[in-house]
T-cell receptor
């Protein structure tokens, strides 16, 4: 069975600090996909990134970066120089390669950036 | 930019009533999904729909739930007899075919059962 764990329920930092959101996953599939979604206070789910299991290169997009470590089954997300607008709930998710590719979500991490 | 659209944004219904939540997926997408998020909790998969039939469903998706794509553009979730515990945010999502594609979500419908 697939499982995603986000151990950090809430994180609060001061603006401009760097913050890392942890994600650990479990799956028996050899090929799978990992995702991060952002849920701002308005409630929608905003896609941030997809990572394939066979591609362990880290990725950077502006102030966002992702560290995929297959050896530790982790897919962590770092925001550099955080801003108040980054305040949201962030979900890590996993999907299998076959079939419907449904998403299995973690519990989410509520990130609050204080001015 | 194409987006998934859900209506209504908020629905209040009495326990035991039927509700239909509506979604218009992105036009060239072929996989459709419903997810549920009880307030303050994680997002849970309900059902996936492909080629005009259910391809997978979760344990949550019992006989009270049904999905339909009535006209080639809308994708609906029906709850036949709502219960208090059905109160949640319901998200529709769609995905283009192929393995390496991500799902895009609608803004959600908040269902409140009283």
């Amino acid at each position: 069975a697939q499982k995603v764990t986000q151990a950090q329920t809430e994180i609060s930092v001061v603006e401009k600090e760097d913050v890392t959101l942890d994600c650990v996953y479990e799956t028996r599939d050899t090929t799978y996909y990992l995702f991060w979604y952002k849920q701002p206070p308005s409630g929608e789910l905003v896609f941030l990134i997809r990572r394939n299991s066979f591609d362990e290169q880290n990725e950077i997009s502006g102030r966002y970066s992702w560290n995929f470590q297959k050896s530790t089954s982790s897919f962590n997300f770092t925001i550099t120089a955080s801003q108040v607008v980054d305040s949201a709930v962030y979900f890590c998710a996993l999907s299998e390669r076959q079939g419907a590719q449904k998403l299995v979500f973690g519990q989410g991490t509520r990130l609050t950036i204080n001015p | 930019e194409p987006e998934v659209t859900q209506t209504p944004s908020h629905q209040v219904t009495q326990m035991g009533q039927e509700v239909i939540l509506r979604c218009v997926p992105i036009s060239n997408h072929l996989y459709f999904y419903w997810y549920r998020q009880i307030l303050g909790q994680k997002v849970e998969f309900l059902v996936s729909f492909y080629n005009n039939e259910i391809s997978e469903k979760s344990e949550i998706f019992d006989d009270q739930f049904s999905v339909e794509r009535p006209d080639g553009s809308n994708f609906t979730l029906k709850i036949r007899s709502t219960k208090l515990e059905d109160s949640a945010m319901y998200f529709c999502a769609s995905r283009y075919t192929g393995e390496r594609t991500e799902a895009f979500f609608g803004q959600g419908t908040r269902l409140t059962v009283v």
